[in-house]
């Protein structure tokens, strides 16, 4: 069977509030797993970022992996009224000293209504980049739907997407062009084939979910699904290059 080439669009590691015996703490440990499972590079979330300080964390991630050209930095990003965080303006000055082109929501009971994070999701539509997010912090697809109505051209990368949603995820896959699914928990009966047949391989994501899902099982979802070569590799590696590629910093 041919390696396909692996970019992992949503893995985290460090230390959080809940650690089971595998969870990865060090950039070391996430790389053995890596390379276990034949995943190839990856985009990092930090633990620290999320549950801790935004601002710190982010730039401590960049110390931590900047020797690897494996990894790739994903910054968490909070609202910035309350002066804890930079405005969007300095956001996207301090990524681009930093490299860094894709953004996260961390976990929060702050709102993600257009009031409260509308200048940071013009930020990341204007300048084509990704917003990594998770269906569970945004609480539900109206949500999902609100926030890609008001931002047509935000590129969304939705993680979370479980086997029960897809009478959701469809609808929203022909109303917005720019929403990509991560496939690491999008493991309904056939979804992976299902989708590329009715949308093309270009919506889906390679995503892991490490530490919180299996790593093995996400790479084997993809390798083993009922579809060629060519879009194995769009999913595994093709559509997170392309997006990437297409950041203005």
Known sequence: MKKIEIFDCEASFGISGYKRETTPITKEEMLSKFDRYGIDSALLRYEYASTGNARMGNLELCEVIKDDARLLPVWYAIPHYTGEFPAPAELLRLMKENDVKMISLPAGNWTVAEWSC??????LSEHKIPLLLPLSRVGDF??????????KDLRVILTGVGYTTMRDVYP??????????STSI?????????T?????????????GMPNVSGASSVALLTYARISDEDKT??????IK???SEVTL
Do not use: C, Q, W
């Not at 509308?118 to 930020?123: I, N």
């Open 118 to 123: 509308g200048e940071l999701f013009t930020m």
């Open 142 to 151: 109206n949500a999902v739907h609100n926030i890609l109505k008001a931002h």
């Open 172 to 181: 929203l896959l022909v109303m917005f062009p720019n929403l990509y699914i």
């Open 186 to 194: 999008y493991r309904g009966f056939e979804g992976i084939e299902d």
């Open 196 to 208: 590329v047949e009715r949308f093309g391989a270009n919506r889906l994501i390679f995503g892991s």
């Open 234 to 239: 769009l999913i595994g590696s093709g559509n």
């Open 242 to 244: 392309r997006l990437l």
